[in-house]
């Protein structure tokens, strides 16, 4: 897999430099990783080139053997962040689950010893999008809307979990909020914080599990294929089941400032009162990142309140747009 930089400079559609996280080292992974990874090989490993992009502290490299296989690696132990192995578990899980599709890299194999957790993944020969080519743009979308067709309806098998959980998480932020955390809020928003709070509960009262969502289509985890120009959608630890646009919209977040954000949502169809779940939801998004973003940063992810200020920044001004303030 390529790094994120070989297609694009490293900035969002915005114009934002991205931000990445901190990775962990190939060689701090312990002895009994890295042996499972040469027996899944099948020969010692020889090259490896190590892979930026995103925010998780994991391992993730690209990985030569010495016959000439493969493999994208991403490795990680409750030591470098509590959190994380449990979302490589449900990772596993979906994959498991999830059939082999043109829009996913093939599993090659999986690994547990109940504290490191790594997947082995196919290695995309790719680069990460390049948001400036309407031709990059549109490719990804059809692999987005042809994983939502895919999985509406919810084929068996995938995880139980609902995104309800993650959108009554943001309502409760914007419920609960400490003066503390209003200040991270513009002023028009503080002013507007009983209408956005009503606007993302309605989200989460209309909210059905219609489909499964990966729920992180960004930029870190798309890879376009050299070979075809097929866009591959990667990382499902963030997924879970959720309403039919949410693919979409998470993708359209790249230009939720602009125009070009509605223009996105407005391709699949929706009814006027999902139109106003979609901003209830970027509203929830947006408040719940800007409002937590004073506390310190969890284990291993120094840049991400960073991360947050600057998509939850982008998100209310989305809202404001789209509600005209």
């Given at each position: 897999m390529t790094g994120p930089d070989e297609a694009t400079d490293g900035r969002g559609a915005s114009g934002a430099k991205r931000l990445v996280g901190v990775r962990t080292d190939y060689a701090s992974a312990p002895f009994?990783?890295?042996a499972w990874v040469e027996e899944t090989l099948g020969a010692p490993v020889v090259t490896?080139?190590?892979r930026t992009g995103g925010m998780s502290p994991a391992v993730a490299v690209s990985l030569r053997a010495a016959n000439g296989r493969r493999a994208f690696v991403k490795a990680v132990g409750g030591e470098i962040n509590p959190d994380t192995p449990g979302h490589f578990r449900h990772e596993v899980a979906v994959l498991r689950a999830l059939p082999p599709a043109p829009y996913r890299a093939g599993t090659l194999?999986?690994?547990d010893d109940g504290d490191w957790v790594a997947i082995a993944l196919e290695d995309i020969n790719g680069s990460h999008p390049d948001w400036g080519s309407r031709l990059d743009r549109d490719a990804v979308f059809e692999a987005v809307r042809h994983q939502t067709?895919?999985?509406t309806p919810i084929p068996a098998g995938l995880p139980g979990d609902s995104s309800r959980r993650g959108i009554a998480k943001y309502l409760e932020t914007m419920r609960a909020a400490a003066p503390a955390e209003l200040a991270g809020l513009p002023r028009w928003a503080v002013t507007e914080l009983p209408s956005l709070v009503d606007l993302c509960r309605r989200c989460l009262d209309h909210q059905h599990d219609e489909t499964f969502c990966h729920?992180?289509?960004?930029?870190?985890n798309i890879l376009i294929r050299h070979r075809d120009g097929q866009p591959v959608l990667l990382d499902w630890g963030r997924?879970?089941?959720?309403?039919?646009?949410?693919?979409a919209v998470v993708f359209a977040l790249e230009w939720v400032e602009s125009s070009e954000f509605d223009e996105i949502v407005a391709t699949i169809g929706l009814s006027p009162e999902e139109e106003t779940d979609v901003t209830g939801f970027i509203a929830g998004i947006g408040c719940h990142l800007l409002m937590t973003a004073i506390h310190p940063a969890p284990p291993a992810l120094p840049n991400l309140r960073v991360f947050g200020r600057q998509l939850g920044s982008a998100c209310l001004q989305g809202v404001r747009r789209r509600l005209e303030l």
């Amino acid at each position: 897999m390529t790094g994120p930089d070989e297609a694009t400079d490293g900035r969002g559609a915005s114009g934002a430099k991205r931000l990445v996280g901190v990775r962990t080292d190939y060689a701090s992974a312990p002895f009994q990783v890295r042996a499972w990874v040469e027996e899944t090989l099948g020969a010692p490993v020889v090259t490896i080139q190590p892979r930026t992009g995103g925010m998780s502290p994991a391992v993730a490299v690209s990985l030569r053997a010495a016959n000439g296989r493969r493999a994208f690696v991403k490795a990680v132990g409750g030591e470098i962040n509590p959190d994380t192995p449990g979302h490589f578990r449900h990772e596993v899980a979906v994959l498991r689950a999830l059939p082999p599709a043109p829009y996913r890299a093939g599993t090659l194999a999986t690994y547990d010893d109940g504290d490191w957790v790594a997947i082995a993944l196919e290695d995309i020969n790719g680069s990460h999008p390049d948001w400036g080519s309407r031709l990059d743009r549109d490719a990804v979308f059809e692999a987005v809307r042809h994983q939502t067709d895919e999985l509406t309806p919810i084929p068996a098998g995938l995880p139980g979990d609902s995104s309800r959980r993650g959108i009554a998480k943001y309502l409760e932020t914007m419920r609960a909020a400490a003066p503390a955390e209003l200040a991270g809020l513009p002023r028009w928003a503080v002013t507007e914080l009983p209408s956005l709070v009503d606007l993302c509960r309605r989200c989460l009262d209309h909210q059905h599990d219609e489909t499964f969502c990966h729920w992180d289509i960004r930029h870190d985890n798309i890879l376009i294929r050299h070979r075809d120009g097929q866009p591959v959608l990667l990382d499902w630890g963030r997924s879970r089941r959720g309403p039919r646009w949410g693919d979409a919209v998470v993708f359209a977040l790249e230009w939720v400032e602009s125009s070009e954000f509605d223009e996105i949502v407005a391709t699949i169809g929706l009814s006027p009162e999902e139109e106003t779940d979609v901003t209830g939801f970027i509203a929830g998004i947006g408040c719940h990142l800007l409002m937590t973003a004073i506390h310190p940063a969890p284990p291993a992810l120094p840049n991400l309140r960073v991360f947050g200020r600057q998509l939850g920044s982008a998100c209310l001004q989305g809202v404001r747009r789209r509600l005209e303030l």
